[in-house]
């Protein structure tokens, strides 16, 4: 998945050691804007202290993220984590805002017309003998 905007925010980097491998690892968290009618937000996280230096992501900066998105559960709660594994750097497409009165929705297309020898609903059955339901099913 990808997302173009503009970087908002650049949280500041974490870093520790794994307790199950003993390695030092180092995650950086960032806030990209998506512009449009109604701009909308997403964090992500880059993970690997040799990645954060090489997209050397800065504020106000024009990107595309290429992301994978993954669940995971801690103490019963259910946490999204999106992690970018590669940044494009280039102008964000700018989304214009619709004129006044338009929906931000697609038209919809036209449904064809009835097949004027198919009835749209089937013939009416008579109920069972004996029976007081008038359902027919």
């Not at 390695?23 to 964090?43: A, D, F, H, T």
């Not at 106000?60 to 594994?85: K, L, P, S």
């Not at 020898?117 to 008038?134: K, L, R, V, Y």
């Amino acid at each position: 998945m990808e997302l173009s905007g503009r970087i908002i925010a650049v949280l500041p980097a974490n870093s520790g050691v794994s307790q199950r491998t003993g390695n030092s690892w180092m995650s950086q968290e960032y806030v990209i804007e998506v512009p449009g009618q109604y701009p909308r937000k997403c964090l992500f996280r880059i993970f690997g202290e040799d990645r954060i230096k090489q997209f050397n992501i800065q504020m106000n900066e024009d990107v595309t993220v290429q992301f994978d998105i993954d669940a995971h559960e801690y103490n019963g709660r259910w946490f999204n984590e999106i992690r970018a594994y590669n940044i494009v750097r280039g102008a964000a497409p700018v989304v214009a805002a619709p004129e006044a009165g338009a929906t931000p929705f697609p038209p919809q297309q036209a449904a064809p017309a009835p097949n004027a020898n198919i009835a749209p609903f089937p013939p009416a059955q008579e109920p069972a003998e004996g029976s007081t339901d008038d359902l027919p099913f």
